[in-house]
C-alpha cells in the first residue's frame, strides 16, 4: 500500500474515531486505537500524528484541542454538529440551478470535479434530484477563449501546493521586460480575473507579494522541497485585495485624474468603473499610476471621456492622438517576415481538471452509500450510479470501496462493508453507520469551486432560481464551516446582469419581445431596441444575447454590459426559422492590423502573427467599424490598420476630430 493510501486511512480512521467516541481523547487512546498509529515508535507517532492534524484542518475538519487543567495533556475532540452541514434552505428550484451552473461549466471549468462533488453533498436526501439541465440552460451559451488544454494541468499543481503549503518553482515569462526567469514561490491562492487565472504568493527571490498569470507560466511545475509543508499562509491575507485594477491603476499611484463624462455614459462608467474611482456630477475621478494606460481607456470611449486634469494627462492624449493620425495618414509600416518562434513552449502534458481531495471524495461517498441503506442495515446499488454521481473512474471504484472497508473507529468496529460484484455495489451498515448519515461540511476546495462558479455564471443561476443571488450565495456561504476561506476570492458583484439576464431569459422561454436600452461603442446617446432574444452567451469575461433587432430589422448581437435596462414586453413573437447566433454576422468587417514592438508581444498573447522584428500582425473580422476605430486609437499609435484602405483614412480623419471633441486643439503634445 502507497504511503499516501496509508495517511488517507489513518486520517479518515481518526475522523472516525472521534466522531464515535463523543468525548475529549488523548494522544495515547488515539495511538492505541486508531488504524495506522499502532506500530509507530512514540516519535513516529508524534510527527504523523501532527501532520495529519494539520492536513484535516487544512481540509475544513474542525478538530479542536485543549489543554487538561488537571493532567496538562492534550485533548482532542471533533463535535458533529460541526463536522456535519447544517440543514440548508435551497429550494429545489435553486438547487437545479446550481445544477445547470455544473452542466454548463463541465468541460471549459478547472474546477468541476469539486463542483460536482459540493452539489453531491448539498443534495444528499433529496428525492428527485435530476442532473438534466433546466430550460434555461438550454438557452444559453458558455465560451472560455482563454482555456486550454495545459491550463487545468497547472491549476491541479498549484491547487495542491496551496492547499499543502509548498513552495513551488516554475519558469515564468515576464511579458514586460520579455524575460524568462525561474522563479521561487509560496502560492498563497489562486485567482479568476477578466479571463485569466493568476495565482498570488511571496516570490522568494525578491521576497514581495506578487500577482504571476498562469498562462505565462512555461515548462513543468515542480516542488522545490521533499517537505510536507514549507511555509504557513499569513495571517489577515485576504486573496481578494489581489484582483487587478483597471491598467491605468497598476503599479504605484502618482496622482488623481479627473475625466468628463456625459450624462448617457455616467451609468455606464459607474456600474463597470464604480469601485476605481467616484461620479462628481458628470465627473470621473480616479486614481492613476500611468497616464498612457488612463490616455488609452479615454481614447476607447471614442469622445464620450473628456481628460480634465492634471495636464499632463491633457498633453499625453494629444500627442497619442497625433501619433494615430501620422501613421494611418502616411505610407503603412513595412510588415517584417513572420517569426518560425512558436507563441509558447508548453512542455508538460494536458492534465484532467482539478481532482476533489480523495479525502472528501471518501467522506461524501460514505454518506451516500449509509443514505441510500436508509433504516436497512443493508443496500444493493448498481456500480454505474457511483461512477455517474462521483464520477469514479470504472477501473477505480473497487479501490474507493476497499478503502472504506479499511476506515476503523478502533476496536475493529467499522461504519460499512461493501463489496463489488458483477456490476452491483453491496453495502452492509456497520455500528456506527447512522452517525456519518448525514454530508460532511464542504471543503475549502469544494467552496472554492462554488465560488467560482458562481463568479462564471452567477448571473444565469438568479436568473435561473428566480431569486437575488445574494440569497442563493449567503445560503451556500453558510454551509462553508468555519474554516479560512481567506485564499478564496468573493466573486464580483454582478446585481446589474443579474436583472438584465433575468428579464433576457424569461423573453427567451416565454417567446416575449424585449426593450432594451444600449449605448453601441461609438455612438454618445442611448438608443432603444425592441427585439426578439434568441440565446444568452457568456464569452468570458462578457456577457452577449443574441437577438432579431425589431428596431433595425436585422440579427443584432449586444453586450451586457453596455446594457442599461431590458424590460419585458407583452407582445409575443414566433422564432425565426434558421436563426443561427452570431454576434459578427451583422456587419463583418476583414481587417488586417499590425502592432508595433511595443505592444506585440501583448498582441501576440491574443493570438496575433509574431514578426521576425518584434512587431505583430493580425487578420480579423470585427463586427463593427466603430469599435474597431475605437481599438486603434485605444492602441495610442502602436497599432495602424493596413486594410481596408477606407477605414485606414477614416481613423486619420477620426483622430483629428477627436482632438477637437476633447478640446486638445490648443494643448502642446507632451515632448
Not at 462558479?453 to 443571488?469: N, Q, R, S
Not at 445560503?475 to 479560512?484: I, R
Not at 451583422?586 to 502592432?595: E, F, L, M
Not at 483614412?649 to 507632451?670: P, Y
Request: glycine share 6%; charged share 30%.
Amino acid at each position: 500500500m502507497s504511503h499516501d493510501t496509508d495517511k488517507l486511512i489513518r486520517q479518515l480512521s481518526l475522523v472516525a474515531f472521534l466522531m464515535a467516541e463523543r468525548r475529549p481523547l488523548t494522544a495515547r487512546d488515539v495511538k492505541q486505537n486508531v488504524e495506522g498509529y499502532q506500530e509507530m515508535s512514540d516519535e513516529a507517532f508524534a510527527r504523523r500524528f501532527y501532520s495529519d492534524r494539520a492536513e484535516l484542518l487544512a481540509l475544513g475538519v474542525p478538530l479542536d484541542s485543549q489543554r487538561d487543567e488537571f493532567t496538562g495533556e492534550e485533548l482532542y475532540t471533533l463535535r458533529s454538529e460541526r463536522y456535519f452541514l447544517p440543514p440548508l434552505e435551497l429550494t429545489d428550484d435553486e438547487l437545479a440551478a446550481l445544477q445547470t451552473c455544473l452542466y454548463l461549466l463541465e468541460g471549459q471549468f478547472a474546477y468541476a470535479e469539486p463542483l460536482r462533488l459540493a452539489l453531491q453533498n448539498l443534495a444528499l436526501g433529496r428525492p428527485g434530484f435530476d442532473v438534466a439541465p433546466t430550460s434555461t440552460a438550454r438557452s444559453i451559451e458558455l465560451h472560455d477563449p482563454g482555456y486550454s488544454p495545459e491550463l487545468p494541468g497547472r491549476l491541479a499543481k498549484l491547487e495542491g501546493a496551496i492547499s499543502k503549503n509548498r513552495t513551488l518553482k516554475f519558469e515564468y515569462w515576464s511579458i514586460l521586460r520579455d524575460d524568462l526567469h525561474e522563479r521561487s514561490v509560496n502560492p498563497y491562492a489562486l485567482l479568476f480575473d477578466r479571463g485569466q487565472w493568476y495565482v498570488v504568493g511571496l516570490d522568494l527571490d525578491d521576497d514581495r507579494m506578487k500577482t504571476f498569470r498562469v498562462s505565462r507560466i512555461r515548462g513543468d511545475i515542480r516542488l522545490a522541497t521533499r517537505r510536507e509543508r514549507d511555509f504557513r499562509l499569513p495571517e489577515g491575507f485576504d486573496a481578494a485585495e489581489y484582483r487587478l485594477g483597471p491598467p491605468w491603476q497598476v503599479g504605484k499611484t502618482r496622482g488623481e485624474a479627473r475625466i468628463e463624462v456625459g450624462g448617457d455614459t455616467a451609468w455606464w462608467i459607474d456600474r463597470v468603473y464604480g469601485r476605481y474611482g467616484r461620479l462628481e456630477d458628470d465627473v470621473f475621478v480616479t486614481d492613476y499610476s500611468d497616464l498612457g494606460q488612463l490616455s488609452s481607456w479615454i481614447l476607447r470611449q471614442d469622445g464620450r471621456a473628456v481628460p480634465v486634469s492634471p495636464p499632463e494627462l491633457r498633453r499625453q492624449v494629444r500627442a497619442d492622438l497625433d501619433l494615430v493620425g501620422k501613421r494611418h495618414e502616411g505610407k503603412p509600416p513595412k510588415v517584417a517576415a513572420e517569426s518560425e518562434i512558436a507563441v509558447s513552449e508548453v512542455e508538460e502534458r494536458p492534465a484532467s481538471p482539478v481532482p476533489p481531495e480523495r479525502f472528501g471524495l471518501l467522506q461524501a461517498l460514505l454518506a451516500y452509500l449509509l443514505d441510500r441503506c436508509g433504516e436497512d442495515t443493508h443496500a444493493v446499488i448498481p456500480s454505474g450510479d457511483l461512477v455517474e454521481r462521483f464520477n469514479i473512474p470504472p477501473e477505480l471504484l473497487e479501490e474507493h470501496l476497499q478503502l472504506l472497508n479499511l476506515v476503523n473507529f478502533g476496536g475493529g468496529c467499522y461504519a460499512v462493508y461493501t463489496e463489488l460484484q458483477n456490476g452491483q455495489v453491496h453495502v452492509e451498515k456497520e455500528l456506527f453507520g447512522d452517525t456519518f448519515r448525514s454530508p460532511p461540511r464542504l471543503t475549502p476546495l469544494e467552496a472554492r469551486a462554488i465560488r467560482l462558479a458562481l463568479e462564471f455564471v452567477g448571473p444565469m443561476i438568479a436568473a435561473d432560481a428566480h431569486t437575488p443571488l445574494e440569497r442563493v450565495r449567503l445560503k451556500l456561504e453558510e454551509t462553508f464551516g468555519e474554516f479560512d476561506l481567506a485564499q478564496t476570492a468573493e466573486p464580483r458583484s454582478a446585481r446589474a446582469e443579474e436583472k438584465l439576464v433575468g428579464s433576457l431569459t424569461e423573453g427567451i422561454r416565454q417567446q416575449r419581445m424585449v426593450e432594451i436600452e444600449y449605448q453601441k461603442e461609438g455612438e454618445e446617446t442611448l438608443s432603444t431596441r425592441l427585439v426578439e432574444p434568441y440565446v444568452i452567451e457568456r464569452e468570458l469575461p462578457y456577457w452577449y444575447v443574441h437577438t432579431w433587432d425589431r428596431t433595425r430589422d436585422a440579427q443584432r448581437s449586444f453586450r451586457l454590459d453596455r446594457m442599461r435596462s431590458a424590460r419585458l414586453q407583452r407582445e409575443h413573437f414566433e422564432p425565426r426559422e434558421g436563426f443561427e447566433p452570431d454576434r459578427l454576422s451583422s456587419a463583418a468587417v476583414a481587417a488586417r492590423i499590425w502592432y508595433s514592438k511595443k505592444i506585440g508581444r501583448w498582441k501576440v498573447e491574443e493570438g496575433a502573427q509574431p514578426l521576425d522584428d518584434g512587431a505583430a500582425l493580425a487578420e480579423k473580422a470585427v463586427g463593427s467599424e466603430e469599435w474597431l476605430i475605437g481599438e486603434i486609437l485605444g492602441d495610442r499609435g502602436e497599432s495602424v490598420l493596413l486594410e481596408p484602405e477606407d477605414l485606414r483614412k477614416q481613423v486619420a480623419r477620426r483622430a483629428k476630430a477627436l482632438a477637437r471633441d476633447l478640446r486638445l486643439s490648443r494643448v502642446a503634445a507632451k515632448a
